[in-house]
């Protein structure tokens, strides 16, 4: 038996309440405590894992004798000064959920924490996992003979309610571009193995929240827009978000094309979501479309109903875990996602925020 893994959870809301039911279906892997200061999140949590010690706050939680590491879910605007307390503390293996982080004033407060703390940090980008993207990711070169454009699109429901409505603002979320697309940005580099050179942004807050109101200030974040960045070594990419387009089929739409051929990943919703009088929910797809001979190849990728009602990312969470646990465990020499691959997520998505503000092309050289 391996190593039992006792995990300390930081913020258990919605997504927080995800990352619970899947470290219980782990083997070897347990919640030991949780900070969570709202009433209501904290009992929902500790009905999920009645084991845990619900802890008075994060300097409690890093007191816990067997604690071996910690997730951070709480708010984004949070996550700094909680990685901060975790230095001062106790530094284990951190799995931090994006965005790292919402200010840009924030970035050198984060190169200093980086550069002294002694423990793994592993930046949590579910959509890396989602078994249709890991397939695309896997097969992509073969596929195209090399990506010259990547285009990602995301036609969901709108941001859903949280704990004191800290979603409706970007300077809680660090903007929606931020908070929603890092996930995407992520997958850009990683996808093209380049960096970003320059952002142009065209976007919007045409449906959602518009009579909505919150002690007197209406919310600012945008619900739909298009990315488009220029990559080193040629390749571009395009990003297109709708989050008042919740009736469509799939969710997400990753398609990679390169002088040989094309290859798409087509990701369904959250299952909870979809009507019951449409049937069965649809499964995942990977389509690869060749030049010659011409002909696309579907492929259905379907996923563990049971990691399909542990949360809303298509089993993605629970394959995180997985590969975080081994680092955990010393088994694994770093972590997949680095500090730095979230650090220029969130980069990426405050140059497209700036582009649609400004109107402008945003060089990256300006954020780094």
Wanted: hydrophobic share 40%.
């Amino acid at each position: 038996m391996k190593k039992q893994v006792n995990y300390g959870i930081i913020g258990c809301g919605m997504m927080g309440q995800e990352h619970l039911r899947n470290i219980a279906l782990l083997e070897g892997a347990e919640v030991a405590v949780i900070f969570e200061p709202d009433a209501e999140m904290a009992a929902k949590s500790q009905a999920i894992a009645p084991k845990a010690r619900m802890a008075a706050d994060v300097v409690d939680l890093l007191s816990e004798p067997d604690l071996d590491c910690v997730l951070i879910a709480s708010p984004n605007y949070r996550h700094v000064e909680q990685l901060e307390q975790m230095a001062a503390e106790r530094p284990v293996p951190v799995l931090v959920e994006k965005p790292l982080f919402t200010d840009p004033a924030d970035v050198a407060r984060l190169d200093q924490f980086i550069a002294t703390y002694p423990a793994p940090v592993w930046v949590a980008m579910e959509y890396r996992y989602m078994p249709p993207i890991a397939a695309l990711l896997e097969a992509a070169k073969g596929a195209t003979g090399g990506i010259k454009m990547l285009t990602i699109r995301e036609h969901r429901f709108p941001f859903l309610e949280k704990v004191g409505d800290w979603n409706r603002f970007n300077r809680y979320t660090g903007g929606t571009f931020v908070e929603k697309c890092c996930h995407f940005f992520d997958l850009m580099r990683l996808v093209l193995g380049a960096e970003p050179i320059r952002v142009m942004a065209s976007g919007g807050q045409d449906a959602n929240h518009l009579i909505e109101e919150y002690e007197g200030e209406r919310p600012d974040i945008l619900d739909n827009g298009y990315v488009i960045v220029d990559f080193a070594g040629g390749a571009r990419a395009m990003l297109e978000l709708c989050m008042f387009a919740e009736g469509s089929r799939y969710q997400e739409e990753v398609s990679a094309v390169g002088p040989e051929g094309k290859i798409e990943a087509l990701v369904p919703g959250p299952g909870r979501f979809w009507p019951d009088h449409l049937g069965a929910p649809p499964v995942p797809q990977l389509i690869e479309s060749p030049r010659d001979p011409k002909g696309p190849v579907v492929r259905e990728i379907p996923v563990d109903p049971e990691l399909l009602e542990a949360g809303d990312h298509n089993g993605s969470t629970f394959y995180q875990h997985q590969k975080f646990l081994e680092l955990v465990r010393g088994e694994r020499d770093g972590p997949e996602v680095s500090f730095n691959d979230g650090k220029m997520a969130v980069l990426m998505g405050m140059a497209a925020q700036i582009s649609m503000k400004e109107g402008r092309v945003v060089e990256m050289a300006e954020l780094l």
